[in-house]
């Protein structure tokens, strides 16, 4: 630990204090990166600047890492509480300078499941990919989904469940837009323990994260074709 101790990160240039941010996310450590991020704000980086490259950095290595079986949910909880403390700091500094976000998303457990450490997990792994993400907690009707999707004009939506009896809510949910004539206007993902790619396709889910890590980068790839399509429309 003593090498830790001796490491002041105002003394460091910016490569190098960006480099030991990505340490510091990678072991959790929330102080640490609100220090980092003062640091660099008051070194004149713009807000955007230090999201995207000192904080969206270091969680995709997270990221990478959670994917591949190397960090667990346990150490990726800690990083992404790591980031959230980085974002607090952010968020209304990225507001003021109208910083643009990749997308935003609407997050909620369904109807009957009060199960959230998985959608909790995505929700910060979103966040920490640069997305806006509306989080309504557990236990959603779909008229809860909807008036948010509405009223935060989102990019995606997305849906959890843990238990067998809960899964087919979503199926529910995703008819309800297709009635009111509103299922193209969103990407919807679905995830959680019992679910597989078959399921999300028979219930008509653009589709099935089966981990944070996947929701991510499933979410970067379909507001790309989202955005190829608004630009080629």
């Known amino acids: 630990m003593s090498d830790d101790d001796d490491i002041i990160l105002a003394d460091l240039n910016d490569e190098d204090l960006v480099a030991q941010m990505f340490d510091d996310l990678y072991d959790g450590m929330k102080e640490e990166i609100e220090e980092g991020v003062?640091?660099?704000i008051e070194r004149g980086w713009e807000p955007y600047k230090v999201l995207t490259e000192a904080l969206v950095g270091g969680m995709t290595i997270v990221g990478a890492d959670f994917r591949d079986g190397i960090l667990f949910v346990p150490e990726v909880l800690l990083a992404a509480n790591a980031m959230k403390g980085g974002m607090a700091i952010l968020k209304p500094l990225l507001a003021e300078t109208g910083a643009p976000t990749i997308g935003k998303m609407v997050i909620g457990?369904?109807?009957?499941?009060?199960?959230?450490?998985?959608?909790?997990?995505?929700?910060?792994?979103?966040?920490?990919?640069g997305f806006e993400v509306i989080d309504l907690g557990i236990n959603n009707?779909?008229?809860?989904?909807?008036?948010?999707?509405?009223?935060?004009?989102?990019?995606?939506?997305?849906?959890?469940?843990?238990l067998?009896?809960?899964?087919?809510?979503?199926?529910?949910?995703?008819?309800?837009?297709?009635?009111?004539?509103?299922?193209?206007?969103?990407?919807?993902?679905?995830?959680?323990?019992?679910?597989?790619?078959?399921?999300?396709?028979a219930i008509g889910a653009?589709?099935?994260?089966?981990?944070?890590?996947?929701?991510?980068?499933?979410?970067?790839t379909w507001m790309a074709r989202k955005h190829n399509r608004a630009s080629a429309g």
Not at 149 to 155: F, R
Not at 169 to 185: A, N, Q, W
Not at 189 to 195: E, I, K, Q, R, S
């Open 38 to 40: 003062n640091i660099l």
């Open 141 to 162: 009707a779909v008229d809860g989904y909807i008036e948010a999707l509405e009223k935060e004009k989102a990019d995606i939506l997305g849906m959890s469940a843990l």
């Open 164 to 201: 067998t009896t809960t899964m087919p809510y979503m199926k529910v949910v995703i008819d309800t837009l297709v009635e009111k004539g509103m299922r193209e206007d969103y990407i919807v993902l679905v995830g959680g323990a019992p679910l597989n790619e078959e399921f999300g396709r």
């Open 206 to 220: 653009d589709a099935y994260c089966r981990d944070a890590a996947v929701a991510v980068e499933t979410a970067k």
């Open 109 to 129: 457990t369904v109807k009957g499941d009060i199960h959230d450490i998985g959608k909790n997990l995505v929700g910060m792994m979103m966040e920490g990919a």
